[in-house]
């Protein structure tokens, strides 16, 4: 018998091109890291977990990076709950880039209230010889940006990676105002 499912939520990954999102998405639902073809338009993934004893869907988007594909996440990301967003350590312009991104996440959103919890994600620090980014500038970026935390990560080695989804997770449902999912049962 099939426990019942407590709550649905759509989570975004996105980030500019090549910083290495599907492969960190491709790890935490296999396990296994490899490296990945450029992702065209959008990639869609669904993992279910318990948290606190509840059963969570997480509807995993992952959203193509490349510029000619940006036209496509402001009518994807409508119904979203939360989101990932993943620059590479070794490239500074992938974390410059976050201002675009959030423009194009929270165009809808009028306060801050009404904006969807973001985790800032440092991809690649197995790559920590060719860092380009000091790990303090992107907590500075996350807090300076409202976003809900800051983690690095490394898809190859798995560091951090069920953390992150744990966290932005834990961040949805804080949000969506969901102390005990449990309460009703």
């Given at each position: 018998m099939s426990r019942r499912l407590d709550a649905v939520f759509?989570?975004?990954?996105?980030?500019?091109?090549?910083?290495?999102?599907?492969?960190?998405?491709?790890?935490?639902?296999?396990?296994i890291f490899?490296?990945?073809?450029?992702?065209?338009?959008?990639?869609?993934?669904?993992?279910?977990?318990?948290?606190?004893?509840?059963?969570i869907r997480l509807q995993i988007w992952d959203f193509a990076g490349e510029e000619r594909f940006r036209f496509l996440l402001p009518s994807y990301i409508v119904g979203a709950s939360g989101g990932?967003?993943?620059?590479?350590?070794?490239?500074?312009?992938?974390?410059?880039?976050?201002?675009?991104?959030?423009?194009?996440?929270?165009n809808k959103a009028s306060t801050i209230e009404e904006q969807i919890p973001i985790l800032l994600v440092g991809g690649k620090i197995d790559l920590e010889e060719n860092r380009a980014v000091d790990m303090e500038l992107g907590a500075e970026t996350a807090k300076q940006?409202?976003?809900?935390?800051?983690?690095?990560?490394?898809?190859?080695?798995?560091?951090?990676v069920e953390e992150i989804f744990e966290t932005i997770t834990q961040q949805i449902i804080k949000k969506a105002e969901i102390s005990d999912l449990n309460s009703d049962l």
């Open positions: 759509k989570l975004c990954v996105f980030g500019d091109g090549g910083v290495g999102k599907t492969t960190l998405v491709n790890k935490y639902l296999t396990g490899k490296d990945t073809a450029m992702t065209i338009g959008i990639d869609f993934h669904i993992k279910t977990l318990e948290v606190d004893g509840s059963q990932i967003f993943m620059y590479d350590i070794t490239r500074s312009s992938s974390l410059r880039n976050l201002t675009n991104w959030l423009e194009a996440i929270n940006s409202n976003l809900c935390g800051f983690l690095e990560c490394s898809a190859k080695t798995g560091y951090n």
